[in-house]
């Protein structure tokens, strides 16, 4: 995979000796990858640097992550700042259900087994079904191919047993790039709470799996979110041109990363969805207890420890398979209803609460336009989204309070009409700073406050439509739901 480096910038320091200091943030999606320059003060973002994520067959034969790109490419931007600015953290955020295997006696990249790819199907893992605690006790769901971390570890032990044995450390994907570059094995909450079927939220430790197939032992000391795991390796500092005092900081899975500005600024309960690969809804100060496990919902973990109810489908995947390659607006989602062409779940089988249903798109959709096909992809994900908030919001205030909308659905304006104009018993906002994952994970370096918070959340306008209205009732009659 290529490396070339796409860049914003906002701001260049003018010389050596007045670079302001930043906090610099790995943030790896399963799309894309970021690193991003924040000052370390304020927060605000200088430089962005980006990659398109991938994955590749290795020896093994199984669709692994592209380790050595990433750390090339991730060394490479580290240097392209350091020559403009004073990096003084390194904070990591990146998608869950991604784990290492590693034994730090294998050298630098330490691992003894390729890092697998979650969307790999796990034949002859069956086995596995049966070992996984029930979802009273971890509330992750049975979810597809890796996607249940644990799953992917069993299946890994199975087909090669004699390199797992190897193992002498559990990482989480965030924690391994933190071990690339302080040294320092540890732990941490957000990533192990995400449907990995190694957490008890209840107990706030390690579920009965752990036990049961003796991998307790492999686990490093956890460390709370974004707390400080050492100085930058010496050698990388000079390599990199870097500050010996330059401090890596515990990372954090993506979709808590975008919870934490409002965790420290908002009133309970709200919602925040998350929208990249994968549209997630975070329903902060919800209950546990209308969990469906059938539906895709499930508890995630936030960066203070708290337990967040969670409903997700692949929305961004969707979307890419619907879309056209203009954006469409009102008048093209107006023509799409008129035309009763309605697209059913689900286009991406790897989650969501139609994950088991084959999408298929309704009327004649080769008579819309090119924009009308956007609509098309916006109606669609903007009714998933609706209806998964029905859910998680059942018999809560949930329903009540505001939505935030963070990522690539936030900068879609025709998505957000829809779903303000469906919920209109609640404010809708916007996020306008495109640096969600990347702003979330900084803040936990406790060196600034968000000053500017209310201003970084537009509210969009509700638009009564009938046609809207009917349309939704239509879409719920198909899928068998109303």
């Known amino acids: 995979m290529s490396t070339t480096m796409a860049e914003q910038s906002v701001s260049l320091s003018s010389g050596p000796n007045d670079r302001p200091a930043v906090i610099v943030v790995l943030d790896i999606g399963k799309t894309n990858i970021k690193l991003g320059a924040l000052t370390l003060q304020g927060g605000h973002c200088l430089r962005t640097l980006r990659r398109a994520n991938g994955v590749e067959t290795g020896v093994l034969g199984y669709p692994q992550v592209d380790v050595e790109g990433i750390w090339q490419w991730l060394l490479e931007g580290l240097a392209q700042l350091a020559q403009h600015y004073q990096i003084a953290r390194i904070g990591i955020t990146t998608h869950g259900a991604t784990v290492a295997c590693v034994n730090p006696a294998q050298g630098e990249e330490g691992l003894v087994l390729p890092i697998l790819d979650y969307e790999h199907v796990l034949e002859g893992n069956d086995a596995y079904r049966s070992l996984r605690p029930d979802f009273d006790e971890t509330l992750s769901p049975a979810l597809p191919a890796g996607l249940n971390l644990a799953a992917q570890l069993h299946w890994l032990a199975q087909q090669f047993p004699q390199l797992f044995a190897d193992c002498r450390a559990l990482l989480m994907y965030p924690q391994y790039w933190g071990w690339r570059l302080s040294g320092v094995l540890a732990g941490e909450r957000t990533s192990l709470g995400c449907h990995t079927d190694l957490w008890n939220p209840s107990r706030n430790d390690y579920s009965s799996l752990l036990d049961r197939l003796g991998w307790r032992a492999l686990m490093p000391e956890i460390l709370p979110t974004g707390a400080v795991l050492g100085a930058l390796k010496p050698a990388l500092a000079a390599q990199l041109g870097i500050g010996e005092d330059c401090l890596v900081l515990n990372g954090i899975h993506d979709s808590n990363a975008s919870l934490v500005p409002h965790l420290q600024r908002r009133q309970q309960p709200f919602t925040v969805i998350s929208s990249g690969t994968w549209t997630v809804m975070c329903g902060v100060g919800g209950e546990l207890a209308h969990l469906d496990r059938h539906a895709d919902m499930l508890c995630n973990v936030d960066a203070f420890g708290a337990a967040v109810p969670c409903i997700r489908f692949m929305g961004g995947r969707e979307w890419e398979q619907l879309s056209g390659q203009q954006p469409g607006d009102w008048q093209d989602a107006l023509a799409v209803m008129a035309a009763e062409v309605l697209a059913l779940p689900c286009f991406a089988p790897q989650g969501g609460p139609f994950q088991q249903r084959q999408g298929r798109v309704l009327g004649a959709p080769e008579q819309l336009s090119d924009s009308e096909r956007s609509a098309l992809a916006a109606l669609y994900c903007a009714l998933m989204t609706d209806y998964c908030l029905r859910l998680l919001g059942q018999s809560t205030a949930l329903d009540q309070g ?25 404010r809708v906002l916007q996020s306008i700073d495109s640096t969600g994952t990347t702003l979330g994970t900084a803040l936990l370096a406790g060196t600034f406050t968000l000053t500017d918070y209310d201003q970084q959340l537009l509210q969009v306008p509700s638009q009564p439509c009938a046609e809207l209205q009917g349309y939704r009732q239509q879409w719920l009659r198909m899928i068998r739901v109303d």
């Open 402 to 426: 505001d939505i935030i909308v963070e990522g690539s659905f936030a900068s879609n304006p025709l998505y957000l009409q829809l779903l303000a104009s469906l919920r209109p018993q609640q």
